[in-house]
């Protein structure tokens, strides 16, 4: 069983306001990446928020299967994030989960399921490298690495380039992605993984159009 887990503890500073708010089409951003992880995944949907703010959940149909967890103590960015989420989606038997971060107004669900195909084992880590970068949120994880993450942020560390350092990392360029025929059909450009972090990125990601699962 899979899960999908959405980061939307940041603070948008740049933004200038909470992206997981801002209106996409006929739902949120947060909404948007909800509805591309359900489409992609058959288990549960956790939304990780900051542990000193509440994060309410837009309407959806995967509303029922959805619940919001939140980091134990703020501040520690990705990895506490990615720590969170993980464990959470452990302890609801899911033994993978596609991380996503709030702020892609493109993504959609063959994008996931392309990166997810990758998360088999001995891999535990299938990481898109797009642009030189890799994509710790935008990746598929074995959610074992909740509790490897907890070690490693007990120990001071706060990267997630610190928790594949320490695991089985499968890297994906934009080449190896696009031999899935459904997300070479749907997305050649791979847009998917434009996220939005200014003002300006959000108007001209809105000017481009709205994508669906």
């Known amino acids: 069983?899979?899960?999908?887990?959405?980061?939307?503890?940041?603070?948008?500073?740049?933004?200038?306001t909470d992206k997981a708010s801002l209106p996409h089409g006929a739902t949120t951003l947060l909404g948007h990446v909800l509805d591309a992880l359900a489409a992609a995944v058959d288990g549960p949907l956790l939304v990780v928020g900051a542990a000193d703010a509440d994060r309410a959940l837009p309407v959806g149909t995967w509303r029922g299967r959805c619940r919001v967890v939140h980091d134990p103590v703020p501040g520690r960015g990705p990895l506490q994030g990615l720590a969170t989420g993980?464990?959470?989606?452990?302890?609801?038997?899911?033994?993978?989960?596609?991380?996503?971060?709030?702020?892609?107004?493109?993504?959609?669900?063959?994008?996931v399921r392309a990166v997810l195909a990758y998360r088999v084992p001995p891999v535990e880590v299938a990481l898109p490298v797009l642009d030189g970068h890799r994509q710790p949120l935008l990746a598929a994880y074995a959610t074992a690495l909740g509790a490897r993450a907890t070690d490693l942020l007990a120990q001071g560390e706060l990267r997630p380039g610190?928790?594949?350092?320490?695991?089985?990392?499968?890297?994906?360029?934009?080449?190896?992605?696009?031999?899935?025929?459904a997300l070479a059909a749907r997305d050649p450009e791979l847009r998917a993984a434009r996220g939005?972090?200014?003002?300006?990125?959000?108007?001209?990601?809105?000017r481009d159009g709205t994508d669906t699962s």
């Open 86 to 111: 993980l464990s959470a989606a452990a302890a609801d038997g899911a033994e993978t989960a596609f991380v996503a971060a709030v702020d892609l107004p493109h993504l959609h669900a063959a994008f």
């Open 162 to 181: 610190a928790l594949f350092a320490v695991s089985e990392v499968r890297e994906l360029d934009a080449a190896t992605l696009l031999t899935d025929p």
């Open 196 to 206: 939005v972090n200014t003002p300006e990125e959000w108007a001209r990601s809105q």
């Open 1 to 16: 069983m899979s899960a999908g887990v959405v980061l939307a503890g940041g603070r948008s500073r740049r933004m200038g």
